[in-house]
């Protein structure tokens, strides 16, 4: 009975540890991902003639993206504006020449946000000893996104489903239950332009998206080009939404804001696939990222007699931020997970055990209730978009951890005369990883009720978990973790990682995601080689390839960006 009872107040214990329920704070090693950055004077004289190569560098690079896309783009089969044009329409007769030129334009910028982050971040393991000022940053990057704003849609065709799906809301139409083809007609103008392999899928996207969709729809009709337009304002609207966030919250962890917007806003996975590719993950990183900003302000007041200790600020702003993270979660999903993050802060707030849990997910849960709701019934659409959220699932990234598992294990399969069972592996290391992301999310939850982690960083790395071991990835889909992530991961531990990845995820990708031949990616790879090459010896005293004194150093005493919650 002895050994039984020992065995069980064990398991206790090993569960209780597993959770991070009895880790003492020193022993919580996601901790070690966060520090306090120190203030930076702005640029000497120097360093501003070098950011001003750089800025005109990004731009030049944005620039030739834009014109090329005019050839290689993801553009309309039908209603293609340059199609036959005597001038402009060269760089669709000239495809490897607009491959080349495309791919030289990308690696033109993601070297400029390399050299950039010199200024922001430092060097690897270094902080700047001078830092170049928000107001630098932010025209430098309004400057990189315009040429990308104008273009045709790069990197994806999404933005054409997403066109159909709002025609066949506007039909009056389910789109959560029949897909383009059978909604609108094979020969349908805007079908014709929706990839074959989403012809027949109903909408996996939340109803506040979709219900923008169907007004965009009423207002464009078939018009492919203005209704192209007409959504990837709604993207900008996005980015907007997370360059005014990102700074804020980055602030109340005690993060550099030039610092987070540089890793977050000018990332060249934001320029690529959130403004060029028009993708909806940009209106819903950016409700979401201001939604979590209203709650924190709100949780940051002080103490008051009324309600809940909160003033009828207090109580505005939480309901406002709630409402903000709900209707991100109308466009996609994903985010609802906020909610878990800011409700942890909420019951921590109200004080230990489990009745304040139980009222903050009550309060929180009630809002979103309402919101999802009212959403879902104005629109009209309903709750089909319920059944479709794993629509994706059918694709098999290579960049999803078990995905790549169950590939590479059902090949191996094939190399030894076992068969391909790659179908039956997928269904085991899709549950296991769905599994893993879960217990990683409910770790970080109650790593912020405890305190030992603030909200933001936490719901960082519980997306990051999600991302990677999420049955689909695409390469956007990394700012899901990358952008938050910004505003509270400071050390190379975090950085490195995401500023690799994201320069060599965005380099990999081709204009339109397919559709050139073998020998066209190599003669363009290699004009890329030698072009990016040339100019690096070009630029070698002109530009901070190298990390040169008072440029970064590893420690510069200053005084430290406060924390405020």
Not at 87 to 114: D, E, H, N, P, Y
Not at 361 to 382: H, M
Not at 449 to 457: C, E, F, I, K, Y
């Amino acid at each position: 009975m002895a050994v039984v009872e020992g065995a069980w107040h064990r398991s206790i214990e090993i569960g209780r540890r597993a959770l991070g329920l009895d880790v003492p704070p020193a022993d919580h090693t996601i901790a070690v991902l966060h520090t306090v950055e120190a203030d930076a004077p702005g640029l000497d004289s120097r360093e501003t003639a070098q950011f001003k190569r750089i800025r005109l560098l990004g731009a030049t690079g944005s620039v030739l993206m834009a014109i090329s896309a005019l050839g290689v783009a993801a553009q309309p089969v039908l209603q293609n504006p340059v199609s036959g044009v005597r001038v402009i329409g060269v760089f669709a007769r000239w495809q490897t020449s607009s491959l080349a030129l495309c791919m030289i334009g990308t690696v033109f910028v993601v070297m400029a946000w390399l050299l950039l982050g010199r200024f922001a971040v430092g060097g690897f393991g270094g902080s700047p000893v001078h830092r170049l000022s928000r107001s630098q940053l932010d025209r430098t990057l309004l400057l990189w996104i315009i040429p990308l704003s104008v273009a045709p849609p790069l990197f994806s065709n999404d933005v054409y489903s997403y066109l159909a799906q709002g025609e066949i809301a506007a039909r009056g139409l389910d789109p959560y239950a029949v897909g383009p083809a059978t909604g609108l007609g094979l020969h349908n103008v805007l079908t014709y332009n929706v990839p074959n392999i989403w012809r027949d899928t109903p909408a996996p996207y939340g109803p506040l998206f979709v219900w923008m969709g169907r007004g965009i729809a009423h207002v464009t009709g078939d018009n492919i080009i203005v209704g192209v337009w007409a959504h990837r304002l709604l993207a900008l609207a996005g980015v907007a939404l997370i360059v005014w966030a990102l700074p804020r919250l980055s602030r109340r962890c005690g993060v550099a804001p030039v610092s987070a917007l540089w890793l977050g806003a000018a990332n060249p996975l934001v320029l690529f696939h959130l403004v060029g590719g028009v993708h909806n993950d940009a209106l819903m990183l950016g409700l979401m990222l201001a939604g979590v900003e209203f709650c924190l302000r709100a949780l940051a007041t002080d103490h008051a007699p009324g309600l809940g200790g909160f003033d009828q600020r207090g109580w505005l702003l939480l309901t406002f931020g709630t409402v903000v993270i709900t209707l991100s979660s109308a466009v996609k999903i994903t985010s609802i997970i906020a909610l878990g993050f800011v409700g942890m802060a909420l019951a921590r707030r109200w004080g230990r055990g489990w009745r304040p849990l139980l009222a903050a997910a009550a309060v929180l849960g009630a809002i979103t209730l309402v919101t999802t709701l009212f959403v879902s019934y104005t629109s009209g659409l309903g709750f089909g978009w319920t059944h479709t959220l794993n629509a994706a699932s059918t694709v098999r990234s290579w960049m999803s951890l078990p995905t790549a598992i169950g590939i590479i294990t059902g090949f191996g399969g094939v190399l030894l005369g076992l068969g391909d069972h790659t179908t039956a592996l997928l269904s085991i290391t899709r549950p296991i990883a769905g599994v893993v992301a879960a217990l990683i999310t409910v770790r970080m939850l109650i790593a912020t009720w405890t305190g030992r982690l603030q909200p933001v960083g936490a719901m960082g790395v519980s997306l990051a978990a999600i991302v990677l071991l999420f049955p689909v990835v695409q390469p956007w889909y990394l700012l899901w973790a990358i952008v938050p992530l910004a505003a509270w991961a400071t050390t190379p531990a975090f950085r490195v990682p995401a500023v690799a990845f994201s320069a060599v995820v965005s380099v990999m990708l081709m204009p339109r995601g397919a559709d050139f031949g073998v020998f066209q990616i190599i003669e363009a790879a290699v004009a890329v080689v030698i072009v990016a090459l040339g100019f690096i010896a070009v630029t070698r005293n002109l530009l901070p390839w190298r990390n040169r004194t008072g440029v970064s150093a590893p420690s510069q005493p200053g005084p430290a960006y406060g924390v405020s919650s």
